[in-house]
Antibody, heavy 121, light 108 residues
Framework: QLQLQESGPGLVKPSETLSLTCIVS??????????WGWIRQPPGKGLEWIGN???????YYNPSLKSRVTISVDTSKNQFSLKLSSVTAADTAVYYC?????????????WGKGTTVAVSS | EIVLTQSPGTLSLSPGERATLSCRAS???????LAWYQQKPGQAPRLLIY???SRATGIPDRFSGSGSGTDFTLTISRLEPEDFAVYYC?????????FGPGTKVDIK
């Protein structure tokens, strides 16, 4: 059974870079038809898609975050990562990683449990 | 960018009642690109419906999706206690995913 698990610091200082990793288990990150990506949810608010990556390294980003986001993949470790630079309090959120179906149909079918990141000095 | 609007913001119903949730897009969306998710407090979203009307694996048949173009609907035929949650629609277009603001279904 495919599982995703986010990891990373729970507290980041303003202007620094937020770094998270998603470890994929029970399946291969090199599966065709799937991208792997990140979604966030500020406290008490809705879902915001951040971006995704294919096992080849091809990426797509939310235009509103594109200048600050980098998503990378390490197929040897079956994991992918998120870096968000120049963070502010507005980046405080629960960050989820998820598998993205991107062929024929487009949806996110397997999610991690989420990790809370607070931006504060 | 396609913007999704969901209505109502909150739906107050009793167990056993029928819930009808609306998702409207600012431009036409391919049915294949429209999905619905359920989120309970403290949990990750769960995929319910993809392709506007196909139930995801393990989703009870009381959940159904319909619609096309700019108007889509999620229907819960008879609410069970575990169905009280927030529901989001999601679309894909121009190489990006966007979510609607959500509809909260709470107990009347």
């Amino acid at each position: 059974q495919l599982q995703l698990q986010e990891s990373g610091p729970g507290l980041v200082k303003p202007s620094e870079t937020l770094s998270l990793t998603c470890i994929v288990s029970g399946g291969s990150i090199s599966s065709s038809s799937y991208y792997w990506g990140w979604i966030r949810q500020p406290p008490g608010k809705g879902l915001e898609w951040i971006g995704n990556i294919y096992n080849s390294g091809s990426t797509y980003y939310n235009p509103s975050l594109k200048s600050r986001v980098t998503i990378s993949v390490d197929t040897s470790k079956n994991q992918f990562s998120l870096k968000l630079s120049s963070v502010t309090a507005a980046d405080t959120a629960v960050y989820y990683c998820a598998r993205h179906r991107t062929y024929g149909y487009f949806y996110m079918d397997v999610w991690g449990k989420g990790t809370t990141v607070a931006v504060s000095s | 960018e396609i913007v999704l609007t969901q209505s109502p913001g909150t739906l107050s119903l009793s167990p056993g009642e029928r819930a009808t949730l609306s998702c409207r897009a600012s431009q036409s969306v391919s049915s294949n690109y429209l999905a619905w998710y359920q989120q309970k407090p403290g949990q990750a979203p769960r995929l319910l419906i993809y392709g506007a009307s196909s139930r995801a694996t393990g989703i009870p048949d009381r959940f159904s999706g319909s619609g096309s173009g700019t108007d889509f609907t999620l229907t819960i035929s008879r609410l069970e206690p575990e169905d009280f949650a927030v529901y989001y629609c999601q679309q894909y277009g121009s190489s990006q995913f966007t979510f609607g603001p959500g509809t909260k279904v709470d107990i009347k």
